[in-house]
Nanobody, 124 residues
């Protein structure tokens, strides 16, 4: 089993920045992709960004140019630097991981492990 622990959520004004972290523990060897999903009230969970062990990345169109995902394989940790935050970025952000491909990771059905989530609130 793999455990994912998020940190770094909080409240910020529009235009501000936050950095999320997610540390993986347990049977992490087969994990290929780590990343983030988010879920706003009344909406479906959606992909934010993913990164492979080889540092290939993908991003949702809504966050391209504003968010940056990175990974420290030695620490089994993934980061999400969020800049130029907008009120529509308000959501619970979930760390996610999969043994499958980054293509599979683009669907929530392709995620093998989930964190408990951390709330990000962006005020206007």
């Amino acid at each position: 089993q793999v455990q994912l622990a998020e940190s770094g959520g909080g409240w910020v004004q529009a235009g501000g920045s936050l950095r999320l972290s997610c540390a993986a523990s347990g049977s992490i060897f087969p994990i290929n992709v780590m990343g983030w999903y988010r879920q706003a009230p009344g909406k479906q969970r959606e992909l934010v960004a993913g990164i492979t062990t080889g540092d290939s990345t993908n991003y949702a169109d809504s966050v391209k140019g504003r968010f940056t995902i990175s990974r420290d394989n030695a620490k089994n940790t993934v980061y999400l630097q969020m800049n130029s935050l907008k009120p529509e970025d308000t959501a619970v952000y979930y760390c996610a991981a999969t043994r499958r491909t980054i293509y599979a990771f683009t669907s929530a059905y392709g995620v093998d492990y989930w964190g408990k989530g951390t709330l990000v609130t962006v005020s206007s």
